[in-house]
Nanobody, 124 residues
């Protein structure tokens, strides 16, 4: 099983990026997906989750209204569209998958597989 996160980069404040999380070895539509981020010196923070039960997404207050999580089951890929980026969004972003009902979505320890992380830097 492998999750491949990509799409990070350097962007100016107010700009946009789309992160991708491509899976191999598992069918993502059967799993919950979380996007986490970790800034230097800070704990890993859950920012968006896509459940398998009803598909309704969750967004942390810090990103709500700016970020959108989506799935392309045909491509076995999950995306995180990030708009109106701010310097405080600078972090390494990780995607992760979890089995349904295997723990709280906001807890990193609930997840079975993690992508390698992709750096997002928001700076002028």
């Amino acid at each position: 099983v492998q999750l491949q996160a990509s799409g990070g980069g350097l962007v100016q404040p107010g700009g946009s990026l789309r992160l991708s999380c491509a899976a191999s070895g598992l069918t993502l539509e059967r799993y919950g997906i979380g996007w986490f981020r970790q800034a230097p010196g800070k704990e890993r923070e859950g920012i968006s989750f896509s459940r398998t039960s009803d598909g309704s997404p969750y967004y942390a207050p810090s990103v709500k209204g700016r970020f959108t999580i989506s799935r392309d089951n045909a491509k076995n890929t999950v995306y995180l569209q990030m708009n109106s980026l701010k310097p405080e969004d600078t972090a390494v972003y990780y995607c992760a998958s979890k089995r349904p009902y295997s723990g709280a979505y906001y807890l990193p320890q609930s997840y079975d597989y993690w992508g390698q992380g992709t750096q997002v830097t928001v700076s002028s």
